[in-house]
């Protein structure tokens, strides 16, 4: 328990855990709440987890309930899909929130529909982007069936926007490009890679895991990494200041349909957000069905 002071612009955080704040003062909402806008994306991966059903949300919901957290505390949204991009009214809905709210508003995109007029629409409107490049070169287009170094062209347009990361999906295959790919992604400007370990019934094979556990603790310091919690196992090292502070108090993800859910990976165990009782509601009913 403390006082979490946070700045969207930069994306630091202070925290002053010595602090003591009264029940009434406390934050409701979670710190980070993810939205899959829409289902749609124009790619097909093979390792991706997202519902392939037609869907996407209400721009006034996402307003409405974007707002309803930043009054109780969250520090910020996460746009995702599908691909957010091809969201109707995107960048007016980023300038809504970003004038509206204290929000930082974050966004995951393949990139090859980013264009110097959705860069100008977004500029001072987004505070975060993170690009998906799994693998380099070959690897890259076999897996996405797009042009390597059209992906590489699109970073110079992110990196004008604003502070950008890169997604990377770790599997057997991709494993083999890693050191390549972190020299390119910070090459080009990236604040953070993050690293993905590909989500599926079995997880990482051994062997793969054991390559991403040597690869990370040589080239721990070297660049600025992050992990995917859900991808975490016990030989994987990781920092987490919020001991203490665990699911939907830390994160809730909210699908195309309008449901909550406890990850973007685990779509078993939902809530429908009424639009009565709004999404706070929804997420209690989600933590007292998962407790």
Not at 4 to 26: A, C, M, Q, T, W
Not at 35 to 45: G, K, P, Q, V, Y
Not at 128 to 151: A, H, K, P, W
Not at 195 to 208: I, K, Q, V, Y
Request: charged residues 20%; aromatic residues 8%.
């Amino acid at each position: 328990m403390g006082v979490h002071l946070f700045d969207r612009k930069s994306g630091i955080n202070i925290i002053f855990d010595e602090i003591y704040v009264p029940p009434d003062r406390r934050s409701r909402a979670p710190r980070f709440v993810s939205f899959a806008l829409t289902n749609l994306c124009d790619l097909h991966c093979p390792f991706c987890y997202a519902p392939k059903h037609s869907a996407s949300l209400g721009f006034e919901q996402v307003v409405r309930w974007s707002q309803e957290l930043d009054k109780n505390g969250a520090l910020g949204v996460g746009f995702g899909g599908g691909e957010p991009t091809l969201y109707p009214k995107f960048a007016e809905l980023c300038g809504l929130l970003a004038t509206t709210t204290g929000l930082a508003i974050t966004f995951t995109t393949h990139s090859h529909r980013f264009t110097p007029k959705l860069r100008n629409e977004l500029m001072g409107n987004v505070h975060f982007i993170r690009v998906s490049m799994d693998g380099v070169g070959e690897t890259y287009e076999r897996i996405r069936r797009r042009s390597f170094n059209q992906l590489f062209n699109q970073l110079q347009i992110v990196r004008d926007t604003c502070a950008f990361g890169i997604n990377y999906v770790v599997n057997d295959i991709t494993i083999r490009d890693l050191n390549e790919a972190a020299d390119l992604a910070f090459g080009a400007g990236a604040a953070e890679l993050l690293l993905l370990p590909e989500h599926s019934a079995h997880g990482l094979d051994l062997s793969t895991e054991q390559r991403l556990t040597k690869w990370l603790a040589e080239n721990n310091g070297r660049f600025r990494l992050s992990i995917s919690e859900a991808g975490v196992t016990d030989g994987l090292p990781i920092a987490d200041p919020f001991v203490n502070e665990k699911g939907t108090k830390a994160y809730v993800h909210v699908n195309a349909s309008g449901r909550v859910a406890r990850t973007s990976y685990n779509q078993d165990n939902t809530i429908l957000i009424s639009s009565d009782e709004g999404i706070l509601a929804a997420i209690a009913e989600l933590e007292g069905e998962c407790s």
